[in-house]
């Protein structure tokens, strides 16, 4: 990672691995936050509590369509891991992992791949280490990573008798019929706000100004970032680093990324 320049003093100073502060040195917060990962999500309350209850009701809803489906026991035929979607599709609905492709494709593709290996690997640790690992490669192949699906997988595995009673109708119901109603879900409650419509085929940002070319010619500082996450009021999926280094990329090389 190049250096940061030296008129961005707002930024936090990197720590080199092997020059690690004394241990009687108190580590300032901005270096705390980098070494903890703590990410810049600047959003509203807005933002923050359209996310909060959309995750809600969209659980909600999938339980109460379930159990009108299958009066017999339509919530356990909710599998846990459609929790997690519920955190990326309302909580982060424009970013990559939580578009519908990998949402329907990861845990569709990871259950199978769960059933598979429930049933061709007697020692369940060793299957559920297969079913997890072998997902996670098949979504990166398919492009369709969506983290929940490692969840799926490990259901099909140690999810218990019923669950392993299912087969391969496993994949289709509930995983597939779960995932469906949370894409839908997810289109339905987040079309009522402009700015986080879902998925992003249906997001229309508005387009920003044109920088002029003493802007451009610097840098992006710690202050100038804060400020743009601020103006799209959505989360975000990429550090404060990352965006530099496209940044500089993108001036170091026009036209060829």
């Known amino acids: ?7 961005s003093p707002s930024f936090p100073v990197e720590i080199s691995l092997g020059k690690l502060p004394d241990k009687n040195t108190p580590v300032p917060l901005p270096k705390l936050r980098r070494w903890l990962g703590i990410e810049l999500i600047e959003v509203s309350i807005t933002e923050k509590a359209v996310s909060t209850l ?17 009066p017999a026991g339509g919530a ?50 060793l299957a559920g280490a297969c079913a997890v690992g072998f997902s996670i490669g098949a979504m990166q192949q398919l492009k369709c990573i969506h983290p929940p699906g490692g969840a799926t997988a490990l259901t099909a595995v140690l999810g218990g008798e019923a669950i392993r009673q299912l087969g391969f109708g496993f994949v289709l119901f509930p ?15 987040n079309y009522a706000f402009r700015w986080r419509r879902y998925p992003n085929a249906f997001h229309h940002p508005a387009r920003p100004p044109a920088p002029d070319s003493a802007t451009s010619a610097s840098p992006p500082t710690h202050e100038d970032i804060l400020a743009a996450l601020r103006s799209l009021d959505s ?13 500089e990329l993108l001036r170091s090389h026009p036209g060829r990324i």
């Not at 959309?54 to 299958?70: F, Y």
Request: proline share 7%.
């Open 1 to 7: 990672m190049p250096a940061r320049p030296a008129t």
């Open 54 to 70: 959309g995750g809600g009701l969209a659980i909600l809803l999938l339980i109460a369509i379930s159990t009108w489906a299958l």
């Open 76 to 125: 356990p035929a909710i599998i846990t891991s459609m929790g997690a979607s519920a955190v990326l599709l309302f909580g982060v609905p424009h970013g990559q992992l939580s578009q519908p492709w990998p949402v329907l494709a990861g845990h569709g593709i990871s259950a199978l791949i769960g059933v598979i290996c429930a049933r061709c690997i007697p020692h369940s640790a």
């Open 175 to 189: 995983v597939l019929a779960n995932a469906a109603m949370m894409v839908s879900l997810a289109v339905l409650i």
């Open 235 to 247: 989360f975000v999926d990429i550090s404060e680093d990352e965006l530099i280094r496209l940044v």
